[in-house]
């Protein structure tokens, strides 16, 4: 997998502009909805593909759209690659075999790493 560039970042951001706005809809929300964790403003903006949200905001969007963040952004990589479930299936597939190395790994030596210490990877 190559490193994140500026283009691949601005497509996520489209993506996921696109999937906040397609699952409201789906859900039938209104942008009110959403008041316990932004702004109406803001999230029009974030739809309108102006603002990216943080983590933290993506995780809030989710609650409300009773997805998980994971799906969210999930749906929206597929929705800006139209690819459909097959870049699903693949972030899935390499998520399964990153968590099986991962739990190798603590096996192997439960001493040296600790996946959940922030300090071990950077």
Same mark, same amino acid.
């Given at each position: 997998?190559?490193? !994140?560039?500026?283009? @691949? +970042?601005? &497509?996520?951001?489209?993506?996921?502009?696109?999937?906040?706005?397609? +699952? %409201?809809?789906? %859900?039938?929300?209104?942008?009110?909805? @959403?008041? /316990?964790?932004?702004? %109406?403003?803001? #999230?029009?903006? !974030?739809? $309108?593909?102006?603002?990216?949200?943080?983590?933290?905001?993506?995780?809030?969007?989710?609650?409300?759209?009773? +997805?998980?963040?994971?799906?969210? #952004?999930?749906?929206?990589? =597929?929705?800006?690659?139209?690819? /459909?479930?097959?870049?699903?299936?693949?972030?899935?597939?390499?998520?399964?075999? !990153?968590?099986? =190395?991962?739990?190798?790994?603590? $096996? &192997?030596? %439960?001493?040296?790493?600790?996946?959940?210490?922030?300090?071990?990877? /950077?």
């Amino acid at each position: 997998m190559e490193p !994140l560039r500026g283009s @691949f +970042i601005m &497509k996520i951001r489209s993506g996921l502009a696109d999937a906040i706005k397609a +699952i %409201r809809h789906l %859900r039938c929300l209104s942008q009110e909805d @959403f008041s /316990g964790v932004s702004s %109406r403003t803001y #999230l029009s903006s !974030l739809e $309108r593909r102006l603002k990216s949200p943080t983590v933290d905001k993506v995780c809030e969007i989710a609650e409300v759209l009773v +997805i998980s963040p994971a799906a969210l #952004l999930l749906v929206a990589q =597929s929705l800006e690659e139209g690819t /459909g479930t097959t870049s699903i299936d693949d972030a899935c597939a390499e998520a399964k075999e !990153l968590l099986a =190395s991962l739990d190798a790994a603590k $096996r &192997k030596d %439960r001493n040296s790493i600790d996946y959940r210490d922030s300090n071990t990877y /950077g």
